[in-house]
């Protein structure tokens, strides 16, 4: 109401009306213009919440360090979401100047929380905020005054952003609707096996209370390696025939004297 007393000295009571008209037009239109961003911030959120679910698909990237992966926080935006109600509340309390001022922290806030954004989170195509300020925003000067007005729709939307709780701590209590088993599960299957059974029974190392105390007694306390036990096989070796004795010896014994000697002509 201070700002209408002052817009009313300066331009008197047939000015102020035209002038009040526009400014009740650019109330509107900032308020548009709060809504749809908190509603683009609404679908990022829940954009993110669904990475939470679905983080079979992105646990094993994580793991490995994978450039861009990381964990979801939907409860980034409840900063954002913060900024943009204050703007709406300065905007419908008739502070047009003020309003503005908080719609472009909100702005920025909102670019920053987006670049933020792991890579596996597929955010809401078309949504981001354009580089440029929207038009109503421009020609509001400070100390710039409305007629008040309320917008309960757009204060519920924001509160409801800032309400969102769920965080990556409770990830592990999050139902999983991704394909494949729990990761939980599996990792901590897998290191409660290997902590409970020791080494596989297909290992080479030795067990056996000597073997342990060889362990010990050495400086690298790596376990020896043995060769796997190898079967016997019984093999028969074949005489070897003398130098002498031509390969078909045995068969020249048998035959009589005379047919081996060749008759001289």
């Known amino acids: ?130 580089r440029s300020e929207p038009a109503a925003m421009v020609d509001v000067k400070d100390g710039e005054g409305c007629t008040p007005t309320q917008a309960p729709g757009t204060l519920a939307l924001a509160d409801r952003i800032e309400n969102v709780s769920t965080t990556q701590d409770a990830a592990a209590r999050l139902p999983n609707t991704g394909q494949g088993k729990v990761w939980w599960g599996e990792v901590a299957e897998g290191e409660e096996e290997a902590e409970a059974t020791g080494p596989s029974p297909g290992s080479k190392r030795l067990l056996e209370p000597a073997a342990r105390a060889d362990l010990q007694r050495r400086p690298d306390g790596v376990a020896p390696e043995v060769a796997s036990p190898v079967r016997a096989v019984r093999t028969e070796v074949a005489p070897e025939l003398s130098p002498r004795q031509p390969a078909h010896a045995e068969l020249a014994e048998t035959q009589p004297a005379r047919a081996r000697r060749q008759p001289k002509r």
């Open 1 to 130: 109401m201070e700002q209408l007393r002052r817009l009313g000295k300066a331009l008197g009571n047939g000015a102020l009306a035209g002038k009040l008209a526009h400014n009740d037009a650019v109330r509107d239109a900032l308020l548009a213009v709060v809504h749809e961003r908190l509603q683009a911030v609404d679908g990022a959120q829940q954009a993110e919440l669904r990475s939470l679910r679905e983080k079979s698909r992105w646990w094993r990237d994580l793991r490995r360090g994978a450039r861009g992966v990381g964990l979801p926080e939907p409860t980034r935006w409840g900063e954002v979401a913060r900024l943009y109600r204050q703007a709406t509340v300065s905007v419908c309390a008739g502070d047009l100047g003020r309003g503005v001022d908080l719609m472009r922290q909100a702005l920025a806030a909102e670019r920053a929380a987006r670049k933020a954004v792991p890579t596996q989170v597929v955010l809401p195509a078309g949504t981001d905020p354009q």
